[in-house]
């Protein structure tokens, strides 16, 4: 079983700056991409922004230029750095992996997803 544990949400003012964090851990066999969504009030969950095993991104067409996703491997880590935020980046963001896990003695894909962190963006 894989878990994420999210970190960084939190309330900014327009224009302001947030840094998430999402560690995964438990039995990783390797990870394959690592992503974040978001899902405002009334709204679908939506990707954000993801990063696959080679090191390609992609991101929504509303966040280019202002978020910027990186991982650091050794540790199983994603970040989401949001920069130049708007009230319409205000929804809960989740963190989801993909890879493979060993299930007895047997290895497996798994996707998973953290709890959700609030990210408002208001003055």
């Known amino acids: 079983q894989v878990q994420l544990v999210e970190s960084g949400g939190g309330l900014v003012q327009p224009g302001g700056s947030l840094r998430l964090s999402c560690a995964a851990s438990?039995?990783?066999?390797?990870?394959?991409?690592m992503g974040w969504y978001r899902q405002a009030p009334g709204k679908q969950r939506e990707l954000v922004a993801n990063?696959?095993?080679?090191?390609?991104?992609n991101y929504a067409d509303s966040v280019k230029g202002r978020f910027t996703i990186s991982r650091e491997n050794a540790k199983n880590t994603v970040y989401l750095q949001m920069n130049s935020l708007k009230p319409e980046d205000t929804a809960v963001y989740y963190c989801?992996?993909?890879?493979?896990?060993?299930?007895?003695?047997?290895?497996?894909?798994?996707?998973?997803w953290g709890q959700g962190t609030q990210v408002t963006v208001s003055s």
């Open positions: 989801n992996v993909d890879g493979m896990t060993i299930r007895v003695l047997t290895i497996t894909p798994f996707s998973s």
């Open positions: 438990g039995s990783i066999v390797a990870i394959n991409a």
């Open positions: 990063i696959i095993s080679g090191g390609s991104t």
